[in-house]
């Protein structure tokens, strides 16, 4: 068993900031990627950022330079820090790790139970 648990939304004022987190635990042998989507009422779920194992980012166009991807190896745990926030970020944040486990012999990918952000004044 993979198991994702995601902290850290809220409801922030337009400009403000905060910091997602989201830490996977369980029968890990190897991540090959972790990243962050969301999805807003009635929209699609959009990507908004990824990183890969050798350190890749992608970002959507839309996030860049206000959104920044991180993580610490050590505790299995990718973040996601928000600067510059305005309204139409708001949407529930889902993150994701596409994670070998032990004994299996391809990738998946993994989803945490998502983070609802709101940006309103």
């Known amino acids: 068993q993979v198991q994702l648990v995601e902290s850290g939304g809220g409801l922030v004022q337009p400009g403000g900031s905060l910091r997602l987190s989201c830490a996977a635990s369980?029968?890990?042998?190897?991540?090959?990627?972790m990243g962050w989507y969301r999805q807003a009422p009635k929209k699609q779920r959009e990507l908004v950022a990824s990183l890969t194992s050798g350190g890749n980012t992608n970002y959507a166009d839309s996030m860049k330079g206000r959104f920044t991807i991180s993580r610490d190896n050590s505790k299995n745990t990718v973040y996601l820090q928000m600067n510059s926030l305005k309204p139409e970020d708001t949407a529930v944040y889902y993150c994701?790790?596409?994670?070998?486990?032990?004994?299996?012999?391809?990738?998946?990918?993994?989803w945490g139970q998502g983070t609802q952000v709101t940006v309103s004044s």
């Open positions: 369980g029968s890990i042998f190897s991540i090959n990627a």
């Open positions: 994701f790790f596409n994670i070998l486990r032990e004994r299996e012999r391809g990738y998946n990918n993994y």
